[in-house]
């Protein structure tokens, strides 16, 4: 732990990690306005007189949401559309934060308990993809869908890709461990096969992963009113936290390799229930 502690490695995250932080801070200081009627209504009479600083408030903010009826937790979760899209949004969080912590430990497993005993090198050029295919459907592929097909038909469609990912898992473990070959591990004709099932494993977990922006934007039309928007946000985020939480300490995968449940795949079936669950309750949003 020392040792980890002092290296390089721990100071450039801790160092990236800061640096977002105070991007974030500054983006939100200096670029986005303030909406709380409130608020608004405060700067507005500090800064009169001053030209050019009242008018960049909008009008869509001078009217008042103090006058809009205030929902408690219970009355929202008690309308069906939103306590619906809580426990979807529940499910998505679990799937998507398992999917991204079974996948390294899937790829550092010995191909032997199930896994595809990969270098570490390989691993983070694996994540570092991940990550770069993430931003470009995030920033291109996501508008453009949405903008085609609505939000709500997008969501759907992603969610009902995790089902196969966790499929294409057991299909690429079971593979990986019928190809050994010998010491030299995972034989070299299968070693193509399965870099194929891993880069399609790789790209539905990403499209799949598109649901998030898609959810946040279904809270936004979920909300009865603009003032019960930010408990329906927290109520959404709340759910997600306790899915991230209980995510990577759920996996059966040590129970697996352990006692070698369904031969090592217990993990994958376990995860695709979930996922099957997940997609049929997206299917009762409307």
């Known amino acids: 732990m020392p040792h980890q502690q002092n290296s390089p ?4 995250k801790s160092m990236i990690g800061e640096i977002t932080d105070e991007t974030n801070q500054a983006r939100a200081i200096f670029f986005l306005e303030e909406t709380l009627a409130s608020k608004v209504s405060a ?4 800064l009169a007189g001053k030209d050019g600083i009242v008018e960049r408030y909008s009008a869509t903010t001078e009217t008042s949401a103090d006058e809009e009826p205030a929902y408690t937790a219970a009355k929202l979760l008690a309308d069906p559309r939103i306590g619906t899209l809580m426990g979807v949004s529940f499910l998505f969080a679990f799937l998507h934060i398992s999917w991204e912590t079974v996948f390294v430990l899937f790829a550092y497993t010995p191909a032997s308990l199930g896994g595809l005993e990969r270098t570490p090198a390989e691993i983070a050029f694996l994540l570092s993809t991940m990550g770069v295919l993430g931003m470009f459907l995030s920033l291109v592929a996501f508008p453009a869908l949405q903008h085609r097909f609505d939000t709500l038909p997008v969501y759907k ?3 009902a890709l995790w089902p196969p990912v966790f499929i294409l898992f057991m299909v690429t473990s079971v593979l ?3 190809t050994l070959g010998g010491e030299s591990g995972i034989s070299r004709p299968a070693m193509a096969l399965i870099w194929f099932l891993v880069s399609v494993i790789l790209i539905l977990g990403r499209i799949a992963a598109m649901s998030f922006p898609a959810n946040m934007l279904l809270l936004k039309r979920a909300a009865p009113n603009r003032r019960s928007l930010g408990a329906t946000f927290g109520l959404s985020q709340m759910a997600c936290s306790i899915a991230r939480a209980l995510g990577p300490a759920f ?3 040590c129970l697996s390799i352990d006692h070698q449940v369904l031969n090592g795949q217990f993990v994958w079936l376990v995860m695709f229930i979930i ?7 997206s299917r009762r949003l409307r």
């Open 9 to 12: 490695n721990s100071v450039l």
């Open 43 to 46: 700067w507005k009479d500090k």
């Open 157 to 159: 469609a992603c969610m």
């Open 176 to 178: 990986a461990r019928w």
């Open 251 to 253: 996996f059966p995968l």
């Open 275 to 281: 996922a099957v669950g997940g997609f049929m309750a």
